[in-house]
């Protein structure tokens, strides 16, 4: 740039002749070379923009699109809960009209949840390694010939019914729930638990509208033609599965999938190294299969007392419509109460409602079994399901969430044919007094075992 400069002067002295002159100074060579360069640069600048505008657009409609992906699958699986759970819970007062003996009937559910527990462990990892979706086709697949069965009152067929039904519980267990809490989003995702327990608690209270109304038709048509509530829910399990199609299929990695029985026994070491876990699975497993003995049983106390098809199908009505109220509160307390305290809640309110239930007294019966008892399980259901998918890993999350299934039905396994075999020589009301005094104990139990558990008083 100095040579330059001197030579230019020189010339343009006049002392010796210019041996070229350009048509432009020759100083300015430098300033069209950095209005060049600065050119170039605007240009990469601009090339740039238009590149991350580009990647911007991709990325938003790639967010938008996994938006409507995420909302269709939501609403397909919503379709699919609501129309598979539109049920026909009158069974038992059906087989009683048949002919079969409370005991009987005892016996019956405890070849269910022993079929039930057997498959719970073989289904969870068919859904883990095979699919979650597909299991899911095949229980509504069996579900639909068990009622079609349960339609010929005679003895093998009644029990071929409840061994294809506990086999099709089996492989719902713990791939509805898996299946759904991906389908919210990312495990990562901080918020994920709030998320999913709102969108289970509204998927729950749709399919429990749908109850309502299943029990209190059942109750109704039943009175024309014994069979024909069976028959309607048989044909709405097969279209229940329809609406499972927009939901892609979930599994785990490929690699697993050949050693089936080092998956299971990962699945255990799972949850046993995880004391908590295992303690809360235990407790929700007594209170549920608590719940659900009481639940069938309570059609036979009030069939006993005299009371129509029809009152009692509205009686069960009403106790789901009581139970969706508290499920629809549930989201809500969790966000703002421990886990400790939730499940303390539960266990409170289901001690008050069997000793309600316990008074010999009608109103206070209803009042007991509608309320409190309704209660405890409307807060327990959606309870269970965010603490075991927020502690399950996602490899073994339906084989996690089946074992908690398995534990119920080894339960009620044991449960509820001792409570159909206790009622033939005791009052209903003086068991539920047991059954309260008895749960009384196992709570404080756990509240003292769980007392300085920092993960549980979060």
């Given amino acids: 740039m100095v040579l330059v400069s001197a030579t230019c002067n020189k010339g343009m002295s006049g002392d010796t002749p210019a041996l070229y002159t350009p048509d432009f100074p020759c100083c300015s060579e430098s300033h069209i070379f950095v209005s060049l360069l600065k050119e170039r640069i605007a240009l990469v600048h601009h090339v740039i923009g238009i590149l991350r505008t580009m990647h911007t657009t991709q990325e938003m409609s790639a967010s938008h699109t996994s938006s409507q992906q995420r909302r269709t699958r939501i609403i397909a699986y919503t379709a699919y809960s609501v129309i598979t759970d539109f049920g026909v819970t009158l069974w038992v007062v059906y087989l009683a009209i048949r002919g079969y003996s409370p005991f009987a009937i005892g016996l019956l559910e405890t070849l269910f949840h022993a079929v039930k527990f057997l498959a719970e462990a073989p289904t969870g990892i068919f859904a883990d390694l095979v699919g979650r979706r597909v299991s899911l086709i095949i229980a ?9 069965l349960l339609i010929v009152p005679g003895v093998p067929f009644v029990i071929a019914s409840f061994v294809l039904s506990g086999v099709a519980y089996a492989f719902r267990g713990g791939a509805g729930d898996a299946l759904l809490w991906n389908i919210t989003g990312d495990s990562a995702d901080q918020s994920i638990a709030r998320r999913y327990a709102s969108l289970y608690t509204r998927i729950f209270v ?11 038709v059942a109750g109704y048509i039943s009175q024309q033609m014994l069979v024909l509530p ?37 699945g255990l070491q799972i949850v046993r190294m995880n004391r908590l876990l295992l303690l809360v699975l235990l407790y929700a497993s007594l209170l549920d299969s608590i719940w659900q003995t009481v639940y069938f049983y309570i059609q036979l106390f009030f069939h006993g007392k005299e009371m129509s ?37 539960s266990g409170v309110c289901m001690i008050i409602g069997l000793l309600a239930m316990g008074t010999g ?13 309704q209660a405890a399980n409307g807060l327990l259901i959606p309870f269970m399901s965010v603490f075991i998918n927020e ?68």
Avoid: D
Avoid at 321 to 337: D, E, K, Q
């Fill in 391 to 458: 502690h399950a890993p996602e490899s073994h999350r339906a084989t996690v969430l089946s074992l908690q299934t398995g534990l119920f039905s080894l339960a009620m396994v044991i449960l509820f044919p001792l409570f159909g075999w206790i009622v033939r020589f005791i009052p209903y009301q003086l068991l539920y007094l047991w059954l309260g005094c008895g749960l009384l104990l196992i709570s404080l139990y756990v509240v003292w075992l769980t007392r300085a558990n920092k993960e549980l008083n979060q």
């Fill in 309 to 345: 098809l029809g009152t009692i199908g509205l009686i069960v009505a009403a106790s789901l419509l009581c139970n969706l109220i508290f499920i629809s509160i549930a989201p809500w307390l969790l966000a703002r109460i421990s886990r400790k305290t939730f499940l303390t809640i």
């Fill in 140 to 148: 509504n697949a069996l579900n639909a010939i068990s009622n079609i």
């Fill in 361 to 373: 007294i009608l109103m206070m019966q209803l009042l007991g079994y509608l309320l409190f008892f």
């Fill in 206 to 216: 749709l399919a429990s509208v749908g109850g309502i109304i299943g029990n209190a």
């Fill in 230 to 266: 069976f028959i309607i829910q048989a044909v709405l399990l097969l279209i229940g599965a329809v609406f499972l199609a927009p939901v892609p299929e979930q599994r785990a990695a490929s690699h697993t999938r050949s050693q089936p029985f080092k998956y299971i026994i990962n």
